[in-house]
Nanobody, 122 residues
């Protein structure tokens, strides 16, 4: 069983910063990609950024230069540093882990965090 727990959301100020964290725990064999997505009210969930096992990243154009993803493989944790926040309304941020619970698994499966709300900016 896997648990994915997020933290760090809250009220954001224009031009300010927030840092989100997300940790996966349980009987995890390996973790491939990690990522962050967000969903505004009435809209579909969209990709913010992903980070591969080796550290390569892929950012949405809207957050390039403002958001930074990082991962701590030893702690099964992914972070999202959000700087220069813009007034774009509220969104719920979801982390994702593509992981395997066993060596015998074929492709990794995606597990999601519970979501953390960022109010006011994105």
């Amino acid at each position: 069983q896997v648990q994915v727990v997020e933290s760090g959301g809250g009220l954001a100020q224009p031009g300010g910063s927030l840092r989100l964290s997300c940790t996966a725990s349980g009987s995890i064999f390996s973790i491939n990609a990690m990522g962050w997505y967000r969903q505004a009210p009435g809209k579909q969930r969209e990709l913010v950024v992903t980070i591969a096992t080796g550290g390569s990243t892929s950012y949405a154009d809207s957050v390039k230069g403002r958001f930074t993803i990082s991962r701590d493989n030893a702690k099964n944790t992914v972070y999202l540093q959000m700087d220069s926040l813009k007034v774009e309304g509220t969104a719920v941020y979801y982390c994702s882990f593509d992981l395997k619970l066993s060596r015998d698994w074929g492709l990794p499966r995606r597990y999601w965090g519970q979501g953390t709300q960022v109010t006011g900016c994105s």
